[in-house]
T-cell receptor, first 109, second 114 residues
Framework: RKEVEQDPGPFNVPEGATVAFNCTYS??????FFWYRQDCRKEPKLLMS???SGNEDGRFTAQLNRASQYISLLIRDSKLSDSATYLC??????????FGTGTSLTVIP | NAGVTQTPKFRVLKTGQSMTLLCAQD?????MYWYRQDPGMGLRLIHY???????AKGEVPDGYNVSRLKKQNFLLGLESAAPSQTSVYFC?????????????FGPGTRLTVL
């Protein structure tokens, strides 16, 4: 089983829609989780950190379900500018990070 | 505050040539990482460093060497480039070992090996 798994999509949604991505992780001891956004041919940039049950920042909500070992990212009122690839990232118990392969989102006018 | 910078941004090599990619950070971070990103593969860790003078292997270290002589710099070397090393290379830094500290990424180097 991979350390981090994501649905690759692609997700194609109309402007204003609500969309959710899931990410599962294998290490039950993981303490923190991150969602990064990556635009085409650009570097990943931190979108949200999740330490407890969840986190909310404007239109973005991240939720953590430790019992089922998954985290989700909810985007409300999608904008064209939300089109990107979203990476789920989980720190290892060592010094490394495990990256999902990313979920591609395209918001359609 | 430039964050994490990488040079060069683009490079084309012939098989067998060597080169060094430079990563620099001005945030006084202890940890630094080199990743490669290929289509459908996600980010894969090549080597990393937990402090000046230290390096360690990641998931895909073969064909690469690294050095961290100064805290702010992390160099990635390809001694004899192969077409399989065509990729986008990202450097990242992190303040320390706390699991609550995120990574900050450089803009990437796009390498093509012919």
């Amino acid at each position: 089983r991979k350390e981090v798994e994501q649905d690759p999509g692609p997700f194609n949604v109309p402007e204003g829609a609500t969309v959710a991505f899931n990410c599962t992780y294998s290490n039950s001891a993981s303490q923190s989780f991150f969602w990064y956004r990556q635009d085409c041919r650009k570097e990943p940039k931190l979108l949200m950190s999740v330490y407890s049950s969840g986190n909310e920042d404007g239109r973005f909500t991240a939720q953590l379900n430790r019992a089922s070992q998954y985290i989700s990212l909810l985007i409300r009122d999608s904008k064209l500018s939300d089109s990107a690839t979203y990476l789920c990232v989980v720190p290892s118990t060592g010094n490394q990070f495990y990256f999902g392969t990313g979920t591609s989102l395209t918001v359609i006018p | 505050n430039a964050g994490v910078t990488q040079t060069p941004k683009f490079r084309v090599l012939k098989t067998g040539q060597s080169m060094t990619l430079l990563c620099a950070q001005d945030m006084n971070h202890e940890y630094m990482y080199w990743y490669r990103q290929d289509p459908g593969m996600g980010l894969r860790l090549i080597h990393y460093s937990v402090g000046e003078g230290t390096t360690a292997k990641g998931e895909v270290p073969d064909g690469y060497n690294v050095s961290r002589l100064k805290k702010q710099n992390f160099l990635l070397g390809l001694e004899s480039a192969a077409p399989s090393q065509t990729s986008v290379y990202f450097c990242a830094s992190r303040r320390d070992s706390s699991p609550y500290n995120e990574q900050f990424f450089g803009p990437g180097t796009r390498l093509t090996v012919l």
